[in-house]
């Protein structure tokens, strides 16, 4: 009776959670705020732990229970903490933040709290936690604290202040270490016996919880001298937060499971004195707060332990799919302790990355009841609006894949990759960002990205190479493709307002490589981390700096010069855009120049060729590319040398990165219909089981890289071939380039509406098919020399 009563509950429960969680965390960050509040110092002051550091490590409670006489329309709050916080009323969770940024550009979440809000008394409850020394790379923070601003002095009672509570929660153990090869923060070890249960709770007994420490007022950005915590409001979506279920147990250890315990049917118990390991596969990679419920088993440990593969004895990930004498390649987990309670619910402060998930139990003199084992995807809230279909089935497993990796490697800002770093670098980003704009209609994260780049800029004229992050790091190569990513940005979307503010953080870039100019034309030695790819071979024989080519340390690299060069073309674009003619032919006439310099030192007669150096000891993939994408030769030369490009094994080749720009290059030289034979690497990363596309060919260290997600924007970019004719999309040119495809259909979300096609190949030369445009988007449609001008609504095609 007690099971089935259970059960029905525990069902009921997870139900309420889901819509709670499905309407709470969604679509409430673009309220109004008090335009007061981002004109002078807030009511509202910062709050924290009365006694010891600020900077250690530390999970914190903050309580306030207020009254309500009559209810309200709206209730909005301002909220945020450092490092992070989890805000709940009445129980309910309501938003998690702050979104990352940096000291000087510090988030506030503006939610409407109304609906969970009864008359009488409420509680407004917030869980505050700073990992210290253990915290994410990507995490740059102060100290401990915590701030709610009410947004009118209809809220006024919820303002923190001395009428505030806080409570240290004891029950998590500070780490000892850190991870030795992840940056993503560390494991949680919770010991349920001291853990302040029903905290969040109306009904909580707060009578021995402390006076917050008051640290002073919120202040917005730029309103006062330099603060601690310069607040800028949220400019991002909440992140997506929906129920996903374990999909499959591999094996198991001293117990016997039943399907029905996936399914959330069937409770499992462990007998006392007993040792457990199951081992689930999720079926596919992805970016989850697991969470495990549970009774009894007072005394008990229980670990979850996250991978993206398994390996074998050797090390090996192999076939992703298979198990067999493999064994968990896991570098972080989760610990918990519980108490002997009825329904104890655990689940990580942060999201884990996996795949393959283990469950380790050790019970003592109690029996442990694990009532269910799920988890709560998370990633920021994308929608899928293009689509890419053709007579290939193999490239919708490329689309499927590639948009997985593009979703995990999206968060509050954009990742490198979410087991390892969880790190917004600019050479990433670029990438992500088109796919972003192409699939998902979405500008926000990109502009987010942009901009936070731009704060990253050091005295020296360069951006960081990855941001936010709480160390620095600069590769030169990347504030270049900074600027290459403002470019784009400028061709996609009409917002010349949000473009020109970058202008002089592009000149910064650019004034510093001009002083790397050397005697010879070409840039010289030039200091930081000069990374281009992780490619292989002579490089290495260099002895570089992993991914550095040669010339890049010592002095005349041709990769980087044009690297250079082709910022330049771009820069100049933009600034004659934004009337400033002189800078833009200074620009061009200083691309033409290095350019010029490069042919002349590094050109090869022989081999027909680009050198990486004057030395002419290595030829790589990347030096010729640059060099077409620069416009270095007539299109006869460029396709003659992309023909060389691809078939000289001698060449250093591009890797997964990298190959972006050389379909780019490949476009450019006028080749693009053989795009569709460049995607052997892709399909062998499905045909081994990866469910995500990962960072090198194997053997790879990451699973999941969305810079390897790029086939998402060529195939809607270049095999469809829709591209912006003029600067903010405000016209269009479709010029596809199906290569062997017989049909091919695809959608993509203009600013001004979709744009529909679908073509169907007629003979060798000809093609047929129908082409939606939306209103007010004039339009051109190129085949085989000959083009036809479109008007919005149905254009019909027939050459």
Not at 136 to 147: C, D, E, H, R
Not at 217 to 244: A, C, H, S
Not at 486 to 497: E, G, L, S
Not at 635 to 662: C, H, N, P, V, W
């Amino acid at each position: 009776m007690r099971k089935s009563k259970h059960i029905f509950e525990h069902l009921f429960l997870q139900i309420l959670i889901l819509l709670l969680f499905s309407f709470s965390l969604q679509g409430q960050e673009y309220l109004k705020i008090n335009p007061s509040l981002l004109a002078g110092k807030w009511n509202a002051q910062w709050i924290t732990y009365p006694e010891g550091s600020l900077k250690e490590y530390g999970v914190f409670h903050f309580r306030r229970t207020f009254e309500i006489q009559n209810q309200t329309d709206e209730f909005i709050i301002h909220v945020s903490g450092d490092n992070r916080y989890r805000l709940f009323v009445n129980g309910t969770e309501v938003c998690k933040g702050p979104a990352r940024g940096d000291l000087a550009n510090w988030r506030f979440e503006t939610v409407d709290i109304s609906e969970y809000l009864k008359t009488g008394e409420n509680v407004l409850s917030a869980v505050v936690w700073n990992f210290g020394d253990f915290m994410p790379l990507a995490q740059v923070s102060n100290k401990t604290a915590f701030i709610v601003q009410a947004n009118s002095s209809i809220e006024g009672a919820v303002n923190t202040g001395i009428n505030w509570k806080i409570y240290k929660n004891e029950a998590y153990t500070p780490p000892t270490k850190a991870s030795s090869r992840t940056v993503v923060g560390v494991g949680n070890e919770v010991d349920g016996s001291c853990y302040p249960y029903g905290w969040e709770l109306i009904d909580f007994d707060d009578d021995e919880w402390r006076t917050p420490k008051i640290l002073g007022n919120g202040i917005p950005n730029g309103k006062f001298t330099f603060w601690d915590w310069n607040l800028v409001p949220r400019n991002i979506p909440f992140m997506e937060y929906k129920f996903q279920r374990l999909e499959e147990m591999e094996r198991s250890e001293n117990i016997q499971i039943d399907k029905s315990f996936l399914e959330g049917k069937s409770p499992l118990t462990i007998a006392p004195n007993k040792k457990v390991k199951i081992l689930f596969d999720q079926t596919f990679l992805t970016t989850a707060y697991p969470e495990i419920l549970v009774s009894g088993g007072k005394g008990s440990t229980i670990e979850i332990s996250y991978a993206e593969a398994l390996v074998d004895k050797n090390g090996t990930k192999g076939n992703r799919n298979l198990i067999e004498g493999k064994t968990m390649l896991t570098y972080y987990s989760d610990k918990f302790m519980p108490d002997g309670g009825e329904d104890r619910r655990f689940q990580p402060l942060w999201f884990r990355t996996y795949r393959y998930l283990e469950l380790a139990v050790e019970t003592r003199d109690e029996p442990l009841i694990i009532e269910d084992l799920y988890g709560y995807f998370t990633a920021y809230p994308f929608e899928e609006k293009a689509y890419f279909r053709s007579s290939d089935p193999a490239l919708q497993a490329i689309w499927d894949v590639g948009w997985r990796t593009a979703r995990l490697c999206a968060g509050e800002t954009y990742f490198d990759c979410p087991y390892y770093e969880q790190l917004q670098y600019v050479g990433d980003t670029r990438i992500q960002a088109l796919i972003s704009l192409y699939v998902a209609n979405d500008d926000k994260l990109m502009r987010n990205a942009i901009d936070q780049f731009h704060n990253s800029l050091l005295p020296i004229g360069l951006t960081q190479s990855r941001f936010p992050c709480s160390e620095p790091q600069v590769i030169p190569t990347f504030s270049l493709i900074w600027i290459e990513m403002i470019h784009d940005y400028w061709m996609h979307r009409d917002d010349p307002v949000f473009v020109k503010k970058y202008l002089n953080g592009i000149r910064n870039v650019l004034y510093w490589y001009g002083q790397q100019i050397n005697d010879k034309g070409m840039l010289g030695a030039m200091d930081w981390w000069n990374f281009v790819d992780w490619s292989f071979g002579p490089w290495d024989s260099q002895k570089p700096v992993g991914g550095t080519p040669p010339g890049a340390i010592e002095g005349n690299s041709s990769i980087i010069t044009l690297q250079y060069a082709h910022a330049l073309q771009v820069a100049s674009e933009l600034f004659e855009a934004f009337g400033d003619q002189h800078q833009a032919l200074e620009y061009r006439q200083l691309s033409q120049s290095v350019m010029s310099s490069t042919y002349k030192l590094c050109w090869s007669n022989e081999k027909g060729l680009l050198a990486d150096t004057p030395e002419k000891f290595s030829y790589s993939q990347h030096a010729n590319v640059l060099a077409i994408l620069t416009g270095m030769f007539e299109d006869q030369e460029s396709a003659d040398i992309f023909g060389r490009i691809l078939t000289d094994e001698d060449l250093i080749q591009t890797t997964l990165y990298f190959k972006f720009y050389l379909i780019q290059a490949m476009k450019e030289a006028g080749l693009a219909d053989t795009y569709l034979s460049m995607l052997e690497p892709w399909k062998e990363m499905i045909d081994m089981g990866l469910t995500t596309f990962a960072e090198t060919p194997e053997p790879t260290r990451s699973d999941c890289h969305a810079w390897s997600a790029s086939p998402n924007y060529h195939f809607l970019s270049v095999v469809s071939g829709i591209e912006p004719a003029s600067p903010g999309f405000k016209t269009v040119k479709i010029e596809p380039h199906p290569g062997p495809l017989n049909y091919l259909e695809c959608k993509i979300m203009h600013p001004r509406g979709e744009i529909l096609m679908e073509l169907k190949r007629r003979g060798k030369e000809g093609i047929t098919g129908e082409i939606i445009i939306p209103e007010g988007l004039p339009g051109k449609f190129a085949w085989r020399g000959q083009e036809i001008i479109l008007n919005s609504g149905s254009n019909k095609i027939n050459l």
